[in-house]
């Protein structure tokens, strides 16, 4: 069965980084796009970027532009999201995302804290 395993969050300073990994499995990974998304406290999930198959095209929130990068292995079926610049504001729960058969799946969340 498809399942998603985020790893890497933690406590960070502001303007520190974070390398947030999601493993694949139960699929051919090297054939969907994945994406990003995060959820704050007592606000909807919002979708940070999303790559595609050969990771040649990107797209990203205009509230992370600029400081978040996101990347893929298919070799190690693995999706990255390399976090600079961090703000308070970052704070939230962090979800990989596919869409396979029609259904959206999505990993157990990985939290992140940008705190002094």
């Known amino acids: 069965q498809v399942q998603l395993v985020e790893s890497g969050g933690g406590l960070v300073q502001p303007g520190g980084s974070l390398r947030l990994s999601c493993a694949a499995s139960?699929?051919?990974?090297?054939?969907?796009?994945m994406s990003w998304y995060r959820q704050a406290p007592g606000k909807e999930r919002e979708l940070l970027t999303t790559?595609?198959?050969?990771?040649?095209?990107?797209n990203y929130a205009e509230s992370v532009k600029g400081r978040f990068t996101v990347s893929r292995s298919n070799a190690k079926k693995t999706v990255y999201l390399e976090m600079n610049s961090l703000k308070p504001e970052d704070t939230a729960v962090y979800y990989c995302?596919?869409?396979?058969?029609?259904?959206?799946?999505w990993g157990q969340g990985t939290q992140v804290t940008v705190s002094s």
């Open positions: 790559i595609t198959t050969a990771g040649g095209s990107t």
């Open positions: 139960g699929f051919t990974f090297s054939n969907y796009a």
């Open positions: 995302n596919t869409l396979y058969g029609l259904r959206n799946y």
